[in-house]
């Protein structure tokens, strides 16, 4: 199984100022035949599902804010939130979709300073 | 607007089955390159693949689950189904249903709300 480790835990940040979460993976993510990284990024709010932020390690869904950046390949992945805002205080996971078991990490719980 | 919803009992008995249920509107289930999947996220625990389906009836399980777990698509009804046999206190979660875009090793652009699932005599 590739195994996902997200770090930290968690953080506080202060409203406005930038949020980052580490995700690697136990094996490169990279697909060589299409150039993709095949990872993905998820908020997760209390009480409600997670909602997929960000495709293919760098593509934003519709309708995410572009405070919202995903960046890394192979085994070493970043989401970055580059201005905090209040509405952004939830859960973020991330992902591997390159094979089956499909594995999340952790999670990293994103609080306001 | 794709909306997906889980349908099942609140409370399943220890050794008893878990079922569950997931009806999608908004679009068939039919779409050729959706899959259709289960994830489990134990309270106050992060989130766990159990398995996706696509209509044709072809199956991915996670082999931490797989000999206990069944999975079906019922097209006319438009809607998929879980089975957990041989439940435990550890399957205790909020299991939702989402859509699979990707193929088998996907990942999942449309959730359910999630039904909590306790596994208590």
């Known amino acids: 199984d590739i195994v996902m480790t997200q770090s930290p835990g968690s953080l506080a940040v202060s409203l406005g100022e930038r949020a980052t979460i580490n995700c690697k993976s136990s094996r490169s993510l990279f697909y060589n035949t299409d150039n993709k990284n095949y990872l993905a990024w998820y908020q997760q709010k209390p009480g409600q599902p997670p909602k997929l932020l960000i495709s293919w390690a760098s593509t934003r869904e519709f309708g995410v804010p572009d405070r919202f950046r995903g960046s890394g390949s192979g085994t070493d992945f970043t989401l970055t939130i580059s201005s905090l805002q209040a509405e952004d205080v939830a859960v973020y996971y991330c992902?591997?979709?390159?094979?089956?078991?499909?594995?999340f990490g952790g999670g990293t719980k994103v609080e306001i300073k | 607007q794709l909306q997906l919803q889980e349908s099942g009992p609140g409370v399943v008995k220890p050794s008893e089955t878990l079922s569950l249920t997931c009806s999608v509107s908004g679009g068939s289930i039919r779409s050729s390159n959706s899959y259709w999947g289960w994830i489990r996220q134990p309270p106050g625990k992060g989130l766990e693949w159990i398995d996706n389906v696509h209509y044709s009836g072809s199956t991915n399980y996670n082999p931490s689950l797989k000999s206990r777990v069944t999975m079906s698509v019922d097209t006319s009804k438009n809607h998929f189904s879980l089975r957990l046999y041989s439940v435990t206190a550890a399957d205790t979660a909020v299991y939702f249903c989402a859509r699979a875009r990707g193929g088998p090793a996907a990942l999942f652009d449309q959730w359910g709300q999630g039904i909590l699932v306790t596994v208590s005599s």
């Open positions: 992902q591997q979709c390159y094979d089956t078991p499909l594995t």
